[in-house]
T-cell receptor, first 109, second 116 residues
Framework: GQNIDQPTEMTATEGAIVQINCTYQ??????LFWYQQHAGEAPTFLSY????GLEEKGRFSSFLSRSKGYSYLLLKELQMKDSASYLC??????????FGKGTTLSVSS | GAVVSQHPSWVICKSGTSVKIECRSL??????MFWYRQFPKQSLMLMAT?????????EQGVEKDKFLINHASLTLSTLTVTSAHPEDSSFYIC????????????FGDGTRLSIL
């Protein structure tokens, strides 16, 4: 079957580093997306990993291990504005994305 | 780049009304558009996928006669919720993609639909 798991909630303080994990089980896997969604708003694209390894984009990095069905999003130098829900989505070849339920990150001062 | 505009952003209407939501890709041609529904603190649930000029593909459990989708051009898709009832109240979000499935989906700002 298809399954995407990620923690429901996480908390961190400004300036810290946080890692949001995502495990997936899906057929025809063709990469993994991370999106950020602020409350009441639509998701915005953060990253896409199709090969194993780490992709770095400024304060955000994303990692993928296809053999382990595992990905993480790493956020460095946290800011208050990073408080949001982070959605992990598995890309199935030829079909649409399968989204996880999202991880709500709360950043405090 | 990759801006998707969704309109209206908020709709409140009476039960039995039909509501049309528009999704436009402003600076790119969207070969594929997607319609999602999201309940509070829940994940995005895909309702249907539409390709320009062809009929939409609906996910299991989504009534195609209830949720009419038209993808008339490479920049516009519409979702019409016909004879809406309170249980149709939700946050509806569209996304658009150009190219294949390895390209990211770009989301509109969503439409909050409240049926009284």
């Amino acid at each position: 079957g298809q399954n995407i798991d990620q923690p429901t909630e996480m908390t961190a303080t400004e300036g810290a580093i946080v890692q949001i994990n995502c495990t997936y089980q899906t057929s025809g896997f063709n990469g993994l997306f991370w999106y950020q969604q602020h409350a009441g708003e639509a998701p915005t694209f953060l990253s896409y990993n199709v090969l194993d390894g780490l992709e770095e984009k400024g304060r955000f990095s994303s990692f993928l291990s296809r053999s382990k069905g595992y990905s993480y999003l790493l956020l460095k130098e946290l800011q208050m504005k990073d408080s949001a829900s982070y959605l992990c989505a598995a890309n199935q070849a030829g079909t649409a994305l399968i989204f996880g339920k999202g991880t709500t990150l709360s950043v405090s001062s | 780049g990759a801006v998707v505009s969704q309109h209206p952003s908020w709709v409140i209407c009476k039960s039995g009304t039909s509501v049309k939501i528009e999704c436009r890709s402003l600076d790119f041609q969207a070969t594929t558009m997607f319609w999602y529904r999201q309940f509070p603190k829940q994940s995005l649930m895909l309702m249907a996928t539409s390709n320009e000029g062809s009929k939409a593909t609906y996910e299991q459990g989504v009534e195609k006669d209830k949720f009419l989708i038209n993808h008339a051009s490479l920049t516009l898709s519409t979702l019409t919720v016909t004879s809406a009832h309170p249980e149709d109240s939700s946050f509806y979000i569209c996304s658009a993609r150009t190219g294949g499935s390895n390209q990211p989906q770009h989301f509109g700002d969503g439409t909050r639909l409240s049926i009284l």
